[in-house]
């Protein structure tokens, strides 16, 4: 069997899926009446928001068309330029498919190849999704918006894939755009990546013009997947006979109520056994069987097993959750030695999520776990509010994905939340603090540093410096990239999930990418701002903020809830508080707001669906003491 695995990676929007809807297209993948935009893009919410969030694989079938061009060779290093590491890049030293791929050019004949291709996000906050799909695969497009260039993710996700010795193919896309600017791009890719500039394919995937050359380069560029212990795929195309030990790499996984968890793998090792054979998690140390194997087409398509080099999913009839985890091996034999694995993700982000009626606390339990398969960046543990009850302290890698996983346990598994607002984990005297009601005065405090990465055109330098400033940045160096510039500073995590993402896309007009990392924990002179609710503490909504801008803080936030909270048939005052002293108050008055009140007359229908809509509104809220707090009330603390 001719294999080759890939991925493809890029910045936010850069026409990753679309691509892969034209490779799906060209190679007849999926029936022509059953094709839709961004088909890989399964996921409610990726159709409703146009992004992807998790990775997809799918399987094509590719026939050489016999004539195969001339065939470009990689560089034997690439040379990072910009940061200065030399990365080895050629990883075909040993290709028998080269060999392959010269016999066909003889020949003029037609072969057929397996290409397993793997879409990837492209959003920062997604960045797991693209390190598992790489440690999967030996090759990655890297696609470039030919109206773009190189964006701040281009640069993340490109790196990390030479880091992973993959073979890049980098291609420019869009081409068919008026604005598109594909020379300067090559120069971009050639500076930044050290590619040759003839090795640079264009493409538009939208068109689909220089894809079929695409998919004879990925043949001919992407290398002949390789097992790590022995190497039991053959020139003559047929696997080895001897018995192997088989091993997978577990690179996400589902659950199904029938087949119990399906593990999306990489066959690294041997073949599936046969149905019904024990299957051993060597991490995990957990048992399961083989109820199926299948490959994904894009949808799951049961088949007779997988051998090595194969990218595919095995159910495993295995019924708790948390027995199976991404980057464990799954094999044959309980004393096989493990794959390497992932390194396991660090959350930056935390969110209480609690159940709005109370006795959903079990069932909002169980989706968690059941989410988590399908998120292995999303983390969760126990948690006990004052105010709002039972619920679970949980860990996201950005605010993006917090929003994400809080659509979809709402959506696909229909459990209704009330969400704090976002807040980061401090060191307190060394603990690990990641709830702010629990910080006590007078303690030491630590928060987290971010390096940040921008990427944005020259004319907006001076917005962004000032933007960066007013959230306690400090300034590193800047790059010149053509008239795109890279801009690296150091700034307090917690100054990022306040609205900093947003008033960085305003102040560069949409145009400002970003890409950052966990630096260390610093020192901060923070205070803990309390809000009571008619004499009531509600823990939920306290914030750690930095002192200086306590104060103000306070203010707007009482401010804030006074729009929000609904009102009561009696007086509500809303207070901020500092360690007992009280910096703002402000007051509801009473009676219920009357939402008929503008509609004089008419249609009965009319007034009774405004009714309903408030009533439906209610339902995200939550009862403290006598007030009824609403989800917004939370989002007061980002916006404040
Ligand atoms: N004109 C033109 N538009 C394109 C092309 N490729 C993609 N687009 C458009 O670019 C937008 C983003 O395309 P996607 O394929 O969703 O981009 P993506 O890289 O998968 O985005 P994420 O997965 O969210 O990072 C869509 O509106 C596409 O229609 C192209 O070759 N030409
Ligand atoms: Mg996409």
New binding site residues.
């Given amino acids: 069997m001719n294999i080759r695995n890939f991925s493809?990676i890029?910045?936010?929007?850069?026409?990753?899926?679309?691509?892969?809807?034209r490779l799906i297209e060209i190679t007849g993948t999926v029936p022509k009446d059953k094709l839709q935009?961004?088909l890989l893009?399964s996921l409610a919410l990726?159709r409703e928001r146009?992004?992807?969030?998790k990775l997809a694989p799918v399987r094509l079938r590719y026939k050489t068309s016999g004539v195969i061009p001339a065939k470009a060779r990689l560089p034997e290093t690439g040379t990072v330029g910009q940061a200065g590491i030399q990365i080895n890049t050629s990883s075909s030293e040993l290709d028998p498919d080269s060999l392959r791929v010269a016999s066909i050019r003889r020949d003029d004949r037609e072969e057929e190849y397996i290409l397993n291709l793997i879409?990837?996000?492209?959003?920062v906050d997604f960045s797991y999704e693209v390190s598992r799909s790489l440690a999967a695969v030996e090759g990655a497009i890297l696609?470039v918006?030919a109206t773009q260039g190189i964006q701040a993710?281009t640069l993340a996700h490109g790196l990390a894939a030479l880091e992973q010795n993959l073979t890049l193919i980098p291609v420019i896309?869009?081409?068919?755009?008026p604005n598109a600017d594909i020379e300067s791009v090559k120069k971009q890719l050639a500076e930044t990546f050290g590619f040759d500039e003839g090795e640079i394919l264009l493409?538009?995937?939208?068109?689909g013009e220089g894809v079929e050359n695409l998919l004879q380069t990925i043949v001919e560029r992407i290398p002949v997947p390789k097992s790590p212990g022995a190497n039991v795929i053959h020139l003559g195309g047929g696997s080895d006979t001897t018995p192997r030990g088989f091993r997978a790499l577990i690179f996400d996984s589902f659950y199904d109520p029938f087949k119990g968890v399906v593990a999306q793998v990489r066959i690294m090792e041997g073949e599936t056994p046969a149905v019904n054979s024990p299957l051993y998690f060597l991490q995990t140390k957990a048992q399961g069987h083989v109820l199926e194997t299948g490959f994904f087409a894009p949808q799951l398509t049961p088949n007779d097993g997988l051998k090595a080099g194969e990218i595919g999913y095995i159910a495993t009839g295995i019924k708790e959750p948390d027995l199976v985890r991404v980057g464990d091996t799954i094999s044959s034999a309980p004393d096989a030695q493990p794959l390497p694995g992932y390194k396991e993700v660090k959350p930056m982000v935390f969110v209480g999520l609690f159940p709005i009626d109370a006795d959903e606390y079990f069932e909002l339990k169980e989706a968690l776990a059941k989410f988590r398969l399908t998120d292995p960046a999303f983390s969760y543990m126990p948690e006990h509010s004052d105010a709002l009850g039972a619920g679970f302290r949980c860990g996201f890698l950005g605010l993006l994905h917090a929003e994400v996983v809080q659509e979809r346990l709402s959506g696909e598994f229909n459990v209704d939340l009330l969400a704090t607002a976002p807040s980061v984990e401090y060191l307190v005297d060394g603990e690990i603090l990641t709830n702010p009601s629990q910080l006590n005065l007078f303690q030491s405090i630590k928060e987290p540093w971010v390096k940040l990465r921008i990427f944005v055109p020259q004319t907006y330098i001076g917005p962004v410096m000032e933007l960066v400033q007013d959230k306690r940045g400090k300034f590193v160096t800047m790059q010149h990239f053509g008239v795109a510039v890279e801009m690296i500073y150091e700034m307090p995590l917690s100054e990022m999930v306040s609205n900093f993402y947003d008033r960085l896309k305003s102040v560069s007009s949409g145009f400002a990418s970003l890409d950052w990392e966990l630096l260390d924990f610093r020192e901060v002179d923070a205070v803990r701002v309390d809000i009571m609710v008619s004499g009531e503490k509600v823990d939920a909504l306290s914030t750690i903020v930095f002192r200086p801008k306590a104060e103000g803080f306070g203010r707007r936030m009482a401010e804030k809830l006074k729009e929000v909270l609904p009102r009561q048939n009696f007086t509500i005052a809303i207070q901020a508080v500092i360690g007992g002293t009280i910096i703002a108050r402000e007051t509801i008055s009473p009676f219920r707001k009357d939402v008929t009140a503008k509609l004089y007359g008419g249609d009965r229908t009319r007034k009774d669906k405004l009714l309903e809509k408030q009533k439906k509104g209610k339902k995200k809220m939550k009862m403290v003491g006598r007030v009824e707090i609403p989800q917004e009330a939370f989002l007061s603390i980002l916006k404040s």
């Fill in positions: 493809i890029a910045h936010v929007d850069h026409g990753k899926s679309t691509l892969a809807d935009p961004q893009d990726e146009g992004i992807t969030i879409d990837t996000p492209g959003h696609l918006d993710q896309n869009k081409i068919d755009l493409v538009s995937g939208k068109t």
